[in-house]
């Protein structure tokens, strides 16, 4: 017996938000997408639409009221963000029991 999974209802900004994440997720070199991806590994499909379709909804909002435009910065800058966030994260508990991170070079 198959299940129907509904969403919740929304405005239809909400919807074109949803939507639009959506349709972001699947795309490689953006850093939406890379967002969505990482976080649907952790939290699910239907949390990380809803986070994707938040972060494009700050971005409209922005654009309309500060009159900035959205550059988008790609995967590649996304995840070299990330992984110094990271860093930044595991260097206080190295320190604290003496150990140095290195930063190790994988060649793939």
């Known amino acids: 017996m ?7 209802k929304g405005n239809c900004a909400v919807e074109i938000f949803r939507r639009s994440a959506q349709s972001l997720s ?3 070199h953006n850093a ?3 967002f969505i991806r990482r976080l649907r590994g952790r939290k699910g ?3 990380a639409i809803k986070a994707g379709a938040g972060k494009i ?3 409209f909002y922005n654009a ?3 009159g900035m435009d959205y550059v988008e910065a790609g995967a590649a800058k996304y995840r070299k963000l990330f992984i110094q966030r990271e860093l930044k994260v595991l260097q ?4 604290r029991y003496n150990y140095n991170l290195v930063e190790n070079q994988i060649v793939l």
């Open 26 to 28: 699947t795309g490689k």
């Open 45 to 47: 499909s239907p949390a």
């Open 92 to 95: 206080k508990p190295a320190e």
């Open 2 to 8: 198959k299940r129907r999974v509904k969403s919740p």
């Open 57 to 59: 909804a700050v971005a």
């Open 64 to 66: 309309l009221t500060g």
């Open 32 to 34: 939406i997408g890379a």
